[in-house]
Structures are given as C-alpha cells and as structure tokens.
C-alpha cells in the first residue's frame, strides 16, 4: 500500500524556519517525482516544490530562495526547508507523488506563522 | 508561467443532475492536465482524470474529462451526494506546476 505521512508542521514565529518531512513507503520512491502542495486558509491549491527522480528541483517563483527541496532516497523520504517564513506561508503543506498527476497525496501538515 | 482559470466558481446543482466544469490554460499544455476532487478545505485532494481524459483506476465512470490545448472539460454525468465537492484541474506540461482556482459543486 502506497504511503505518504508529513510531520514537521506546527507554530512558527514570522522569521522562523520549519523542516517539513514526508515518509513514504510501498512504492519504488526512487523512480518517481515528488512534490510539495500547499492550502491556505480559504484558499485553493498551490503547487509549491518538486524534487524529480534525478534530483532536479523546481520552485514556485514567489518562494524559490526562502524554501529549499531535498530528497533521501535511502530512507524513502522528502523534504521542504523553509526559511524566513511570513504570514502568507500559512497553510496546510502536502506531499504528493507523481505518476500523470498527483495520484497519492499525504494528509497534511499544518504550518502556522504568528507571533 | 501558465495560469489555470476555471469556470464557473460556483455550480449549483440538483442530485442526479449533470454538471460541466471547465478550465482553460493560458497557453497550449497538451493533455498534460490532472482534475482533483476535494471533499474538504484541508483534506487531501484525489486524483480523478490524467492526460485530459483517462479515469483514475475506481473512480466512477460518470465523471469525464475531454480537451486539449488549452480548454478542458470535466463532467459529471449524474451528480451523487458525495459528488458535492470542490473540483481543481492542474497543468503538468510546464513549470511552474499551477493549478486553477478551484470550482465548488454545491447542492441545489
């Protein structure tokens, strides 16, 4: 059974800086692209990061410089540093694999910049 | 970047009626486009339809996809109580990935 699971979510000070991380498992992780996708509150969908298979990497152009992918394929997990967080990242942060689209998605993780 | 814009915002629909989506792409993406169903703000999304118009292993037939280029259809033949849902189509043919702003199927 495909699996994908977020943790590194919570309550970040404007400035702070969050890992998130996203486990998965019952796939050949290697082979597949993974990315980030992030909700704000009210809001729609946002496609945020990617890392590829060969380790190439694409960021939304509003957040490229402030939030860095990176990928562990020994442990079967991805990653979304994130620097310098505002008020706007608040959110709840998805990975997700993709195979003609996103086709397994975690549950999410909350991320929330306050003072 | 492509920007995905869809219509209408809102759909009003009665059960067992048929509902049309559209999303139109800003410029050209093939049939690299992905619709998604979700059920709640904060809930993650499902994948219903890749390259324009192939269904997702077990979603029901009654939701179709068709297009190309830069204008797509979603259709839900007879809409189902748990069809009540916000639906975004997403371009996977460029970077940046964008998705459209989503159109909420509500209840008549």
């Known amino acids: 059974e495909v699996q994908l699971v977020e943790s590194g979510g919570g309550l970040v000070q404007p400035g702070g800086s969050l890992r998130l991380s996203c486990a998965t498992s019952?796939?050949?992780?290697?082979?597949?692209?993974m990315h980030w996708v992030r909700q704000g509150p009210g809001k729609g969908l946002e496609w945020v990061s990617t890392?590829?298979?060969?380790?190439?990497?694409y960021y939304t152009d509003s957040l490229r410089g402030r939030f860095t992918i990176s990928r562990d394929n020994a442990k079967n997990s991805f990653y979304l540093q994130m620097t310098n967080l505002r008020a706007g990242d608040t959110a709840v942060y998805f990975c997700?694999?993709?195979?003609?689209?996103?086709?397994?998605w975690g549950q999410g993780t909350l991320v929330t910049v306050s003072s | 970047e492509i920007v995905m814009t869809q219509s209408p915002a809102t759909l009003s629909v009665s059960p067992g009626e048929r509902a049309t989506l559209s999303c139109r792409a800003s410029?050209?993406?093939?049939?690299?486009l992905a619709w998604y169903q979700q059920q709640r703000p904060g809930q993650a999304p499902r994948l219903l339809i890749?390259?324009?118009?192939t269904r997702v292993t077990g979603v029901p037939a009654r939701f179709s996809g068709g297009g190309s280029g830069t204008e797509f259809i979603l259709t839900i033949s007879s809409l189902q109580s748990e069809d009540f849902a916000v639906y975004y189509c997403?371009?996977?043919?460029?970077?940046?990935?964008?998705f459209g702003q989503g159109t909420k199927v509500e209840i008549k």
């Open positions: 019952g796939f050949a992780f290697t082979t597949y692209d």
């Open positions: 410029r050209r993406v093939s049939s690299n």
């Open positions: 997700a694999r993709d195979y003609f689209g996103l086709d397994y």
């Open positions: 890392i590829t298979a060969t380790n190439d990497k």
């Open positions: 997403q371009q996977y043919d460029n970077w940046p990935r964008t």
């Open positions: 890749y390259g324009a118009s």
